[in-house]
């Protein structure tokens, strides 16, 4: 057994032995070594707390080390650790896909599970690739993020974070988001690539953007008619729900806010509560039925070796417990109400061009240098809120909120507060 360290010696043991995710190890600083986290938040090796105001990776949706999904995950570790998922299944995988299946928007029949997010993205991908023309080319939005391997990385098109693997990635077509002010020029973008004939699948993340396209919605009406537009011409759509699932916008899935209802649906981050990584796909019962023939290789065949791992999804029923009380739904919309008087308060400010809300995620964008992840605005935002011990992790100069839904009213005016010194008391 290791002892327990004196203090920030994790911190120094780490710099010998790790290489971190999305990290210039030659000049970023040592981590915060985390040891512990409760409720909204994280505590450091030094004894240092931290509000964890962006649900560490927008995964946490109860609150840090909730004792009911670890209870949950402890008694099933206890059961069955994992058992392969092809000629093998176990309750916790079957009660899950049936709770998903009654909480998802109606018409959807089938949940293939994985990882994570860049998993559930490379499944649907592949069951549109396969069931689709294999000619024809994806649609996909400009500054959609969809996650880090091939698939996900070509569905988004190319960008600054993928670049040493442009000659690798598969070709697409991106048109513009219809963000509001600009629909109808996504919107004509869109007919034009739909009626050249050469799309088989269009992907998108619905109402919002994540990571590539910093936290910027978009018309849901707008996206309703393409999709249905998609479905008129048999080209199959993609929600990628990976970030908005779980009631980030305030409903459980963004999807339920559409009228018209894409094929496939990807879910992963709050899928779990944040506890341990999983994926879903979902699809339609049509979907699935193509994939049926006498033969192996008309099967979709792909797997990992944790597919459907009892664990996970052990944590992710529990998870759902948590997520479908009332007590959840009037949390969510009670962070949406205090986001709201904070736009109402803060919008017009001239540091700001922009300050949108949806559901329990805030966004706002400083009118400072270039929009842009580079923008050095990134780095100052960071170290100030540290200081201050809020973990918020802007993308260059936007700043953006996803809190845990356990989140009490006075933690976020915590946050709102030090967001107002960047505002008023900054010398820009
Ligand atoms: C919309 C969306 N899709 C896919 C992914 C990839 O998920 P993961 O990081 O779990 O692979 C992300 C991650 O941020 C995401 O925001």
Redesign the pocket.
Known sequence: METVPSHSSWAMRDKACIWHPFTQAQTAAPPIAIVKGKGSYLYSEKGDAYLDAVSS??VNLHGHAHPYIAEKIGAQAKELEHVLFAGFTHPQAILLAERLLAALPAGYSRVFYSD??????ETALKMALQAGDPRKKLLSFEG??????FG?MSAAGKSFCNRPFWPYLFEVSSIPPPIFGKENESWERFEKAIDSGEVGAFIF?PLI???GGMMRLHSGEVLDRMIQKCEEQGILTIA?????GFGRTGVLFSCGSLKAAPDII?L??GISGGFL?L?ATIAKESLFESFLGPTLSQALLHGHSYTGNPLACAAANASLDLLLQPECTAARARIEEEHRLFQQKWRSHPTLLRCEVIGTILTIEYKIGERSYYNPLRDRLLEFFLQKGILLRPFGNVLYLLPPYCISPEELHRIYSAIAITLEEWLW
């Open positions: 990776w927008w994570n997010g860049s998993t559930a993205v959609g993020y969809h996650g880090d391997t996900a993340e953007q994540g990571w990628d729900e990976v970030m908005t990807c992963s981050k990584p994926g």
